[in-house]
Each structure stands twice: as structure tokens, then as C-alpha cells.
């Protein structure tokens, strides 16, 4: 009904930067929020950052100041612009949206997730 492609991952040094993008498609009428998580080995799916409808955006402490929500309506895309990047941003990032469908349905979806690891 509603897919989530994520793209952009990798492997990349401490320091360094990665752009992720989130681009979704299927039977929408409207996207509400949508958002980034990510989830280490052994660890829970925690929030990174959300951007609304109207472009408010909110972030996790942790990379406050370092990473940047952004979304291009037209194209039913969010990215998230990673700079200053630490070993401990090494996660599996999934992107996330509240999305009104065309069957009037309000339905929370979920990428299938990319690989991020920040390494020497």
C-alpha cells in the first residue's frame, strides 16, 4: 500500500559525513510527520530525529548540532544530513512515516532499513 526506500548508508570514517534519504511511495494522500531512527546490536529502536508536516523539526540530544532533518514534499522524500559523524552513530537507520492514504487510512510504515557504521 505504502513503501519506504532508504538509501545512503555505508561505511564511513569518524569525523566523516553520510546523507540518507527516504523517498515514499504507493497509495498516499498526505504524509503527517515523518522521522529517522535507528537501532544498534542489542540495543532498542530510539528516535534520531522527526520533522512534522509544517517542517518543525525535534532531534535526539545525542546528535543535536550535528545531524539535519529535511523533507521535500513534492517528492515524498526525507533526508537526514549526518556531519561529525562517531563510532557510536553506528546503527541501522530506519525512516519512518505517518502517512493519510487514499482509503482515508492513517497508517505508520517503516523502511526496511540501512546500515550505517562509523569506523577506522
Known amino acids: 500500500q505504502v513503501q519506504l526506500v532508504e538509501s545512503g548508508g555505508g561505511l564511513v570514517q569518524p569525523g566523516g559525513s553520510l546523507r540518507l534519504s527516504c523517498a515514499a511511495s504507493?497509495?498516499?494522500?498526505?504524509?503527517?510527520?515523518m522521522g529517522w531512527y535507528r537501532q544498534a546490536p542489542g540495543k532498542q529502536r530510539d528516535v534520531v530525529a522527526r520533522?512534522?508536516?509544517?517542517?518543525?523539526?525535534d532531534y535526539a540530544d545525542s546528535v543535536k548540532g550535528r545531524f539535519t532533518i529535511s523533507r521535500d514534499s513534492a517528492k515524498n522524500t526525507v533526508y537526514l544530513q549526518m556531519n561529525s559523524l562517531k563510532p557510536e552513530d553506528t546503527a541501522v537507520y530506519y525512516c519512518?512515516?505517518?502517512?493519510?492514504?487514499?482509503?482515508?487510512?492513517?497508517?505508520?510504515?517503516w523502511g526496511q532499513g540501512t546500515q550505517v557504521t562509523v569506523s577506522s
Open positions: 504507493g497509495s498516499i494522500l498526505s504524509i503527517n510527520a
Open positions: 520533522i512534522t508536516g509544517g517542517s518543525s523539526t
Open positions: 519512518n512515516a505517518e502517512v493519510r492514504t487514499t482509503s482515508r487510512a492513517t497508517i505508520s510504515t
